[in-house]
C-alpha cells in the first residue's frame, strides 16, 4: 500500500522543488564592487527591482540582471529598492548587484511587505543618485551623480549653486588674467577651464565635501533633493543639510521632555 501511494504521488525532488519565495538580507561577506560603492550595508533587505516587488533567491536575482551589457553602463540602470531599519530606500545600479544574502525572518518580511504597499514610484528614467556627505556633527551636504551641462558652459555659476567657493576664486582669478592679457587667451581659458570641470566635477564634488571633513555616507536614488532631505532624516534625524531652518533633532527632543516633566503632576504613593 505504501508503494502504491509512493507510485501515485512521487516526491519532488530537490532539483525540481520551486525555488523559496521570500526577501533577501545583505550578508557582510561577499558583496560585490557596485555594493560596496553604493554604501550597502549588512542586513539591508532588497524588497524591489524597478518598482516591482522581489522576492526568489539568488539564482532569481541574477536572472534580473541577465541583460547587462558592460559597453552600456552609462545607458542602464536598475532602481533597487531597500528597507533598513524601518526606512526604505532607493539607489540606482549601473551595474548587476552582487552580494551574498540570507533569507529574513518571517516578522520581518510581514513589515517589510505591508510597508511596501504604501510607496509609490515615479518612472524609472526620472530618478538618479545622490551621494550624501556628513561629518561627526552630522553637517551634511549633497550631490547629484549624473552630469550637470551647466559645468561645462557656466562653470562659475555651477561652482557657485554646488557652494564650491574657493575653487570658483581659483578660476574667477584666473579668468581675470586672462581677460586683462589677451582676449583671445581669455576665451581660450574659458574652453578648457569648462572641459576640465564637465570632466571633473564629480570628483571636484567630492573632494570638496572631504575638505570640508564631511565623509562619504550614502547614495540614495531619487527624483529630487526633496526627497533625498526626507529619506536621510527618516534614516538619521540628526541630519542637517545648509539652509534647513529647524533645530536639530535633539534638542527638540529634550525641549519636549522638560515640558512633559513640568506638566506632570507630583503624586506620592
Not at 53 to 62: A, I, P, R
Not at 134 to 158: F, G, I, Q, S
Not at 206 to 218: G, V
Request: glycine letters at 4%; aromatic letters at 12%.
Amino acid at each position: 500500500m505504501a508503494l502504491e501511494d509512493e507510485q501515485i504521488n512521487p516526491q519532488v525532488s530537490e532539483a525540481e522543488a520551486p525555488p523559496i519565495r521570500q526577501f533577501l538580507k545583505v550578508q557582510k561577506q561577499g558583496m560585490g564592487r557596485a555594493a560596496v560603492a553604493q554604501r550597502i550595508k549588512e542586513n539591508d533587505i532588497l524588497v524591489a527591482i524597478d518598482g516591482e516587488l522581489f522576492l526568489g533567491d539568488k539564482e532569481t536575482l541574477k536572472a534580473v540582471f541577465e541583460d547587462y551589457d558592460p559597453t552600456m553602463v552609462d545607458d542602464v540602470a536598475w532602481l533597487v529598492t531597500f528597507w533598513r531599519d524601518g526606512v526604505f530606500f532607493n539607489v540606482c545600479f549601473h551595474t548587476p548587484l552582487r552580494a551574498d544574502f540570507d533569507f529574513v525572518s518571517p516578522e520581518e518580511a510581514i513589515e517589510v511587505s505591508e510597508g511596501f504597499k504604501k510607496l509609490k514610484f515615479e518612472p524609472i528614467e526620472s530618478y538618479q543618485n545622490f551621494e550624501i556627505f556628513r561629518d561627526l556633527r552630522k553637517n551634511a551636504a549633497m550631490h547629484p551623480t549624473a552630469p550637470d551641462p551647466l559645468a561645462t558652459y557656466a562653470p562659475l555659476l555651477w561652482m557657485l549653486g554646488n557652494r564650491l567657493y574657493y575653487p570658483m576664486l581659483a578660476i574667477t582669478i584666473v579668468y581675470g588674467v586672462t581677460a586683462v592679457t589677451n582676449i583671445l587667451l581669455f576665451i581660450l581659458g574659458y574652453i578648457l577651464v569648462g572641459l576640465y570641470v564637465k570632466r571633473a566635477q564629480l570628483n571636484l564634488l567630492r573632494s570638496y565635501h572631504l575638505f570640508e571633513d564631511k565623509f562619504y555616507w550614502m547614495v540614495i536614488g531619487a527624483t529630487n533633493e526633496i526627497e533625498v532631505r526626507q529619506t536621510c532624516r527618516a534614516l538619521d534625524p540628526g541630519v542637517l543639510f545648509p539652509f534647513d531652518k529647524a533645530e536639530p533633532p535633539q534638542k527638540l527632543n529634550r525641549l519636549q521632555r522638560k515640558a512633559m516633566r513640568e506638566q506632570q503632576p507630583t503624586t506620592e504613593t
